[in-house]
């Protein structure tokens, strides 16, 4: 029996979900941010500089650098709490390795750039969510190759 199923790719995640991500400008302010995600129900927002990704902003980020460190959400622009420090992947990758890479560097998000311009988000649960789904297929694959 051959290999059933092509490995899964970046590109498959962002067909399924769409590209389609929140953004805001670096000086938008942090309360501004919460609203828009909360009006959203999501938990990231992208920061953009004329279409230039420059980080993400996270729940997490509001409460471990505006709340723990005394600021306040109405005067802290995003650009001040957004994490930067993505390494970014293409639509070529596999989800593994971005599976692997969120593990090791403790991420829950990566930034998918493609000629120098951002094309989607992945957060773990698209990642997930993938893997699950794959899993699946291979398991419908082996009971019909089974049955017949």
Sequence with gaps: MGKI?????????????????????PDTTVI???QIMA?????SLVILDNDTFLGIMTERDYSRKVILMGRHSSDTPVKEIMTTDFPAVKQSDTV?????LMSDKHIRYLPVIENGKLAGIISINDVVTETISTQQETISHLHSYIQS
Excluded: F, H, P, W
């Excluded at 199923?5 to 400008?25: F, P």
């Excluded at 009006?39 to 938990?43: C, D, L, R, Y």
């Excluded at 593994?96 to 692997?100: G, K, L, V």
């Design 5 to 25: 199923y092509a490995m899964r790719k970046v590109s498959d995640i962002l067909k399924r979900k769409g590209s389609g991500v929140t953004t805001v400008t």
């Design 32 to 34: 501004a941010a919460l």
């Design 39 to 43: 009006e959203q129900n999501i938990g």
């Design 96 to 100: 593994e390795a971005c599976m692997q």
